[in-house]
């Protein structure tokens, strides 16, 4: 029998009991260890317990894709200094996040997934409300950052989130990687203007800004430029995610079409023979199953189209996962867009104008090969630790076996 544990990364905190609702949440039921509160009126210190406030429920990070719900009876202290006695202070949260609905872990888990997506798709997917999200958000949103807690900056990110059905289309973040790797947010900003975006940037310390070594940001003019002019075109790198999803997107586009085209002049079995071809293309080839090379090749020989354009953007992956020094890295991006235009290849056309525009930056990328720590760090950490976990459980119904120990740590038995 093994365990597997994952803190609840709460201190403070002790676990009563834990089960599952009806609604198959866990259910958590903790106690504050804490002894003691603030008093509203006097701030001095009350200690003398006075019953309990109602009960509350807040979302944690969720196990397994199931949402954790921590539910806890506030305690009330009565206050010892004020005059006359009767004044009672219900015990606060410092794990809550502001507006009260979720935990900080849970927030900053969020914020993670919200960049460069959508609030519908990580509301949808985390089950939680798209109002607690947006409130999350605006919440963070040009909040007093204080700049003593920072020593050093090293890769500052913005990233954008798209905010579709509020009145901001776009909302900025800007995080910071210090030089261990310690990531936080710096600020979210309700625009992607240009004007908003150099505003912040310039506000940061000058003593910090030398810390930087590196912008990385989201491909999108407003941000490349404002960083350039605080940082200087060295110090900029457009985060080579952006650059392979415009890419990506355009052979999606030829796939789409290709797909819409076969459909109509192939006898549907055979039509049928060639779904799902979406993940296929864009997965590496060496990492293809020999069932999905068989499906390739079928495809290519009905789309010869298809067949040039994947190819093409497999090169240009290539040229990003290979070591190159910035040099040659541009002389070998010059060559892909010769080539491109020279057998006519014109689904890249627009992403051909981008790159071009932003070349230098996109190039940077190759000193130090560096990227957002939001986007291809972080994130894909958790999903690499998430898929390992479902190739072991699978369908085990492994919710009745989860238990929480003491210390808070969720023990899962196998
Ligand atoms: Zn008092």
């Known amino acids: 029998m093994k365990d597997l544990s994952i803190p609840l990364d709460i201190d403070n905190l002790k676990v009563i009991s834990q089960t599952l609702d009806t609604k198959g949440n866990i259910i958590i039921t903790v106690e504050s260890i804490c002894t003691k509160t603030t008093c509203h009126k006097c701030g001095k210190d009350a200690t003398k317990r006075y019953g309990y406030g109602s009960l509350m429920e807040y979302r944690h990070t969720s196990v397994f894709d199931t949402p954790v719900i921590l539910r806890i009876k506030p305690v009330r202290y009565e206050c010892e200094h004020c005059e006359p006695p009767g004044t009672t202070t219900t015990e606060r949260y410092n794990w809550v996040a502001e507006g009260g609905k979720i935990t900080k872990g849970l927030e900053e888990y969020l914020l993670r997934c919200v960049i460069n997506s959508t609030i519908q798709d990580v509301a949808k997917k985390e089950r939680i409300s798209y109002k607690t999200v947006q409130t999350m958000l605006n919440n963070l949103i040009h909040r007093e950052i204080d700049w003593s807690q920072y020593s050093d900056l090293e890769t500052i990110g913005i990233d954008e989130i798209s905010n579709r059905k509020g009145y901001q289309n776009f909302i900025a973040v800007i995080s910071a990687k210090d030089k261990y790797g310690n990531l936080t947010i710096l600020d979210v900003l309700d625009s992607r203007k240009k004007d908003d975006v150099l505003a912040f940037l310039e506000s940061i310390p000058d003593h910090l800004k030398k810390t930087v070594k590196q912008v990385c940001t989201y491909m999108y003019d407003g941000f490349v430029n404002s960083a350039i002019e605080v940082f200087g075109k060295q110090r900029v790198v457009v985060d080579r995610y952006h650059v392979s999803k415009l890419y990506r997107g355009a052979l999606d586009n030829v796939r789409i079409k290709e797909m819409k085209r076969l459909k109509s002049i192939l006898p549907s079995e055979e039509y049928s023979e060639l779904e799902g ?38 090169k240009l992956t290539h040229i990003f996962n290979t070591h190159h020094d910035r040099k040659s890295a541009m002389a070998k991006l010059d060559r892909w ?78």
């Open 277 to 314: 071809m979406m993940w296929i293309l864009r997965k590496q080839y060496e990492c293809l199953s020999k069932e999905e090379k068989r499906k390739l090749e079928a495809l290519y020989k009905h789309s010869p189209l298809l067949k040039k354009a994947h190819s093409y953007a497999l």
């Open 337 to 414: 867009i010769i080539s491109v235009e020279k057998i006519g290849l014109s689904c890249f056309n627009t992403f051909i104008k981008t790159l071009n525009k932003h070349k230098g930056s996109i190039a940077n990328y190759f000193k130090n090969r560096s990227t957002s720590g939001f986007v291809e760090g972080l994130n894909n950490k958790i999903k690499v630790i998430k898929r390992r976990c479902y190739g072991f459980f699978k369908t085990d119904s492994l919710f009745q076996r989860l238990t929480i120990d003491l210390n808070g740590y969720r023990m899962l038995r196998l």
